[in-house]
């Protein structure tokens, strides 16, 4: 098992900055499994949950349209951490966001497991 405990959330105004964190623990790495991509989501009520950004364990990025140039991702591999630089918010960037997790498990088959964090507020202030 994997547990995310995520950081970082709160209230800021248009134009401002946060940083949030997302900390992987368990059974993270070792000869039977290894993880692999990280990422964020976030979800407004009513609408279903979106991309934000995913960083594969080398290091790829690929981001939402909607955040290019905004927002960087990036992961700490030791620390099993990846971090979401958000700047420049707007308003609509509102929304809860949730840390995103994939483990590859070296059995036969190899199987993927995908765990999610339990979610941080963030609110952008117009």
């Known amino acids: 098992q994997v547990q995310l405990v995520e950081s970082g959330g709160g209230l800021v105004q248009a134009g401002g900055s946060l940083r949030l964190s997302c900390a992987a623990s368990?059974?993270?790495?070792?000869?039977?499994?290894?993880?692999?991509?990280m990422g964020w989501y976030r979800q407004v009520p009513g609408k279903q949950r979106e991309l934000v950004a995913v960083?594969?364990?080398?290091?790829?990025?690929n981001y939402a349209d909607s955040v290019k140039g905004r927002f960087t991702i990036s992961r700490d591999n030791a620390k099993n951490t990846v971090y979401l630089q958000m700047n420049s918010l707007k308003p609509e960037d509102t929304a809860v966001y949730y840390c995103?997790?994939?483990?590859?498990?070296?059995?036969?088959?190899?199987?993927?497991?995908?765990?999610w964090g339990q979610g941080t507020q963030v609110t952008v202030s117009s």
């Open positions: 995103n997790v994939h483990k590859v498990v070296f059995t036969t088959p190899v199987t993927e497991n995908v765990y």
């Open positions: 368990g059974s993270t790495s070792g000869s039977t499994a290894s993880i692999t991509a």
């Open positions: 960083i594969s364990a080398g290091g790829s990025t």
